[in-house]
Protein backbone atom coordinates (compact mmCIF):
# COMPACT_ATOMS: atom_id res chain seq x y z
CA UNK A 1 0.00 0.00 0.00
CA UNK A 2 2.31 3.32 -0.89
CA UNK A 3 -0.83 5.48 -0.11
CA UNK A 4 -0.20 8.74 -1.85
CA UNK A 5 2.64 9.47 -4.41
CA UNK A 6 3.34 12.20 -6.54
CA UNK A 7 6.12 12.81 -9.47
CA UNK A 8 7.81 14.19 -9.59
CA UNK A 9 9.72 15.17 -6.94
CA UNK A 10 11.67 17.95 -7.84
CA UNK A 11 11.66 20.24 -11.07
CA UNK A 12 12.88 23.51 -12.26
CA UNK A 13 11.17 25.31 -15.06
CA UNK A 14 11.57 28.45 -17.49
CA UNK A 15 8.80 31.19 -17.15
CA UNK A 16 6.09 29.98 -19.63
CA UNK A 17 6.51 26.28 -19.79
CA UNK A 18 4.31 24.05 -18.95
CA UNK A 19 4.21 20.89 -16.84
CA UNK A 20 1.70 18.29 -15.08
CA UNK A 21 2.23 17.27 -11.85
CA UNK A 22 0.77 13.75 -10.95
CA UNK A 23 -1.19 12.53 -7.98
CA UNK A 24 -1.89 8.98 -7.36
CA UNK A 25 -3.56 7.09 -4.51
CA UNK A 26 -4.09 3.29 -3.89
CA UNK A 27 -6.67 3.60 -1.05
CA UNK A 28 -9.68 4.36 -3.11
CA UNK A 29 -10.71 7.26 -1.68
CA UNK A 30 -12.93 9.35 -3.25
CA UNK A 31 -11.63 13.01 -2.71
CA UNK A 32 -8.24 14.12 -3.60
CA UNK A 33 -7.03 17.85 -3.44
CA UNK A 34 -4.05 19.61 -4.59
CA UNK A 35 -2.84 22.30 -2.28
CA UNK A 36 0.58 24.57 -2.27
CA UNK A 37 2.91 25.52 0.77
CA UNK A 38 5.03 29.04 0.57
CA UNK A 39 7.43 30.04 3.26
CA UNK A 40 5.79 31.65 5.89
CA UNK A 41 2.25 30.37 5.05
CA UNK A 42 0.02 27.58 5.89
CA UNK A 43 -1.13 25.19 2.92
CA UNK A 44 -3.68 26.73 0.34
CA UNK A 45 -6.43 24.93 -1.49
CA UNK A 46 -5.68 24.92 -5.26
CA UNK A 47 -8.46 22.77 -6.59
CA UNK A 48 -10.25 19.41 -5.21
CA UNK A 49 -12.34 16.69 -6.59
CA UNK A 50 -15.26 14.91 -5.27
CA UNK A 51 -15.20 12.31 -7.41
CA UNK A 52 -13.85 10.98 -10.95
CA UNK A 53 -14.89 13.25 -13.40
CA UNK A 54 -15.42 16.12 -11.44
CA UNK A 55 -13.32 18.61 -10.58
CA UNK A 56 -13.41 22.29 -8.72
CA UNK A 57 -11.70 25.45 -7.57
CA UNK A 58 -10.42 25.54 -4.05
CA UNK A 59 -8.95 29.51 -3.08
CA UNK A 60 -6.21 30.00 -5.33
CA UNK A 61 -6.82 28.40 -8.44
CA UNK A 62 -5.87 30.78 -11.05
CA UNK A 63 -2.93 29.06 -13.17
CA UNK A 64 -3.50 25.89 -12.93
CA UNK A 65 -5.54 23.41 -14.50
CA UNK A 66 -6.60 20.04 -12.95
CA UNK A 67 -8.14 16.81 -14.26
CA UNK A 68 -9.11 13.74 -12.83
CA UNK A 69 -10.09 10.97 -15.60
CA UNK A 70 -9.57 7.99 -13.16
CA UNK A 71 -10.46 7.84 -9.52
CA UNK A 72 -6.69 7.56 -7.90
CA UNK A 73 -4.96 9.94 -10.56
CA UNK A 74 -5.42 13.31 -9.70
CA UNK A 75 -3.54 15.85 -12.42
CA UNK A 76 -2.55 19.47 -11.37
CA UNK A 77 -1.38 20.94 -14.83
CA UNK A 78 0.14 24.32 -15.52
CA UNK A 79 -0.01 25.96 -18.70
CA UNK A 80 2.58 28.58 -18.43
CA UNK A 81 4.30 28.80 -15.33
CA UNK A 82 5.24 32.03 -13.90
CA UNK A 83 8.08 32.41 -10.63
CA UNK A 84 5.10 33.16 -8.43
CA UNK A 85 3.96 30.05 -8.75
CA UNK A 86 7.46 28.68 -7.07
CA UNK A 87 6.17 26.36 -4.61
CA UNK A 88 5.68 22.53 -2.74
CA UNK A 89 2.95 21.28 -3.77
CA UNK A 90 1.19 18.79 -2.08
CA UNK A 91 -1.61 16.33 -3.32
CA UNK A 92 -3.84 15.02 -0.57
CA UNK A 93 -6.40 12.27 -0.26
CA UNK A 94 -9.55 11.72 1.62
CA UNK A 95 -11.99 8.16 2.19
CA UNK A 96 -15.04 10.98 2.34
CA UNK A 97 -16.53 13.91 4.67
CA UNK A 98 -14.97 14.62 8.43
CA UNK A 99 -12.38 12.29 7.70
CA UNK A 100 -8.22 13.46 7.59
CA UNK A 101 -6.63 13.94 4.84
CA UNK A 102 -3.63 11.61 3.34
CA UNK A 103 -0.94 13.93 2.09
CA UNK A 104 1.94 12.99 -0.12
CA UNK A 105 5.39 13.77 -0.20
CA UNK A 106 5.21 16.84 -1.79
CA UNK A 107 6.78 18.16 -5.43
CA UNK A 108 9.34 21.14 -5.07
CA UNK A 109 8.81 23.53 -8.19
CA UNK A 110 11.00 26.14 -8.56
CA UNK A 111 10.09 28.73 -11.90
CA UNK A 112 12.84 30.68 -13.09
CA UNK B 1 -13.11 35.20 3.59
CA UNK B 2 -11.99 32.48 6.33
CA UNK B 3 -8.63 33.48 7.99
CA UNK B 4 -7.51 30.94 10.18
CA UNK B 5 -4.96 32.13 12.75
CA UNK B 6 -2.52 29.84 15.03
CA UNK B 7 -0.41 31.26 18.11
CA UNK B 8 2.39 31.39 19.02
CA UNK B 9 3.98 30.86 15.36
CA UNK B 10 7.04 29.74 16.89
CA UNK B 11 7.59 27.99 20.16
CA UNK B 12 10.42 26.94 21.89
CA UNK B 13 10.45 24.79 24.93
CA UNK B 14 12.20 22.53 27.43
CA UNK B 15 11.53 18.88 27.80
CA UNK B 16 9.04 18.43 30.48
CA UNK B 17 7.02 21.53 30.46
CA UNK B 18 3.56 21.85 28.95
CA UNK B 19 2.25 24.46 26.57
CA UNK B 20 -0.66 25.19 24.44
CA UNK B 21 -0.93 26.15 21.03
CA UNK B 22 -4.10 27.69 19.64
CA UNK B 23 -6.18 28.26 16.59
CA UNK B 24 -8.71 30.90 15.80
CA UNK B 25 -10.82 30.85 13.03
CA UNK B 26 -13.50 33.88 11.97
CA UNK B 27 -16.19 32.46 10.75
CA UNK B 28 -18.46 29.92 11.50
CA UNK B 29 -17.34 25.78 11.25
CA UNK B 30 -17.42 22.98 13.50
CA UNK B 31 -14.49 20.70 11.92
CA UNK B 32 -11.35 21.19 12.55
CA UNK B 33 -8.04 18.79 12.13
CA UNK B 34 -4.88 19.20 13.61
CA UNK B 35 -1.77 17.86 11.41
CA UNK B 36 1.98 17.95 12.00
CA UNK B 37 4.94 18.53 9.50
CA UNK B 38 8.30 17.49 10.46
CA UNK B 39 11.34 19.46 8.39
CA UNK B 40 11.19 18.89 4.51
CA UNK B 41 8.51 16.17 4.87
CA UNK B 42 4.77 15.66 4.31
CA UNK B 43 1.53 16.38 6.42
CA UNK B 44 0.44 13.70 9.34
CA UNK B 45 -3.05 13.66 10.43
CA UNK B 46 -3.40 14.12 14.20
CA UNK B 47 -6.40 14.31 15.45
CA UNK B 48 -10.34 15.49 13.60
CA UNK B 49 -12.46 17.46 15.31
CA UNK B 50 -16.38 17.54 14.13
CA UNK B 51 -18.04 19.17 17.01
CA UNK B 52 -18.30 21.42 19.64
CA UNK B 53 -16.70 20.42 22.99
CA UNK B 54 -15.09 17.72 20.91
CA UNK B 55 -12.01 16.51 23.09
CA UNK B 56 -9.40 14.31 21.83
CA UNK B 57 -5.75 12.84 23.02
CA UNK B 58 -2.98 10.96 21.57
CA UNK B 59 0.07 10.96 24.15
CA UNK B 60 1.04 13.50 24.95
CA UNK B 61 -1.03 15.86 22.84
CA UNK B 62 -4.10 17.06 23.38
CA UNK B 63 -6.88 18.84 21.00
CA UNK B 64 -10.18 20.43 21.83
CA UNK B 65 -12.22 22.38 19.86
CA UNK B 66 -14.69 25.46 21.11
CA UNK B 67 -17.20 26.40 18.25
CA UNK B 68 -18.59 28.99 19.98
CA UNK B 69 -15.85 30.57 20.35
CA UNK B 70 -13.95 29.92 17.08
CA UNK B 71 -10.99 28.43 19.16
CA UNK B 72 -9.27 25.02 18.75
CA UNK B 73 -6.20 24.12 21.32
CA UNK B 74 -3.33 21.65 21.31
CA UNK B 75 -2.47 20.88 24.62
CA UNK B 76 1.27 19.26 25.11
CA UNK B 77 2.08 17.86 28.38
CA UNK B 78 5.53 17.00 29.32
CA UNK B 79 6.99 17.70 26.16
CA UNK B 80 10.01 15.86 24.58
CA UNK B 81 12.19 16.26 21.54
CA UNK B 82 10.41 13.94 19.38
CA UNK B 83 7.61 16.39 19.59
CA UNK B 84 9.64 19.06 17.56
CA UNK B 85 7.88 19.92 14.29
CA UNK B 86 5.31 22.33 12.63
CA UNK B 87 1.55 21.69 13.88
CA UNK B 88 -1.19 22.99 11.39
CA UNK B 89 -4.66 23.47 12.18
CA UNK B 90 -6.96 23.35 9.10
CA UNK B 91 -11.20 24.52 9.38
CA UNK B 92 -13.00 22.25 7.38
CA UNK B 93 -15.61 25.43 5.71
CA UNK B 94 -17.87 22.67 4.39
CA UNK B 95 -17.84 22.40 0.43
CA UNK B 96 -14.51 20.32 0.39
CA UNK B 97 -13.08 24.16 1.25
CA UNK B 98 -9.92 23.39 3.96
CA UNK B 99 -8.29 26.71 5.21
CA UNK B 100 -5.09 26.30 7.05
CA UNK B 101 -3.56 27.60 9.53
CA UNK B 102 0.11 29.33 8.93
CA UNK B 103 1.89 26.62 11.48
CA UNK B 104 3.07 27.02 15.13
CA UNK B 105 6.91 25.42 14.43
CA UNK B 106 7.84 23.64 17.94
CA UNK B 107 11.45 23.79 19.04
CA UNK B 108 11.99 21.05 22.37
CA UNK B 109 14.81 21.73 24.00
CA UNK B 110 16.51 18.98 26.34
Known amino acids: NAGVTQTPKFRVLKTGQSMTLLCAQD?????MYWYRQDPGMGLRLIHYSVGEGTTAKGEVPDGYNVSRLKKQNFLLGLESAAPSQTSVYFCASQIGRFREQYFGPGTRLTVT | ELKVEQNPLFLSMQEGKNYTIYCNYSTTSDRLYWYRQDPGKSLESLFV?????AVKQEGRLMASLDTKARLSTLHITAAVHDLSATYFC??????????FGTGTSLTVIP
Open chain 2, 90 to 99: AVDLGGNQFY
Open chain 1, 27 to 31: MNHEY
Open chain 2, 49 to 53: LLSNG
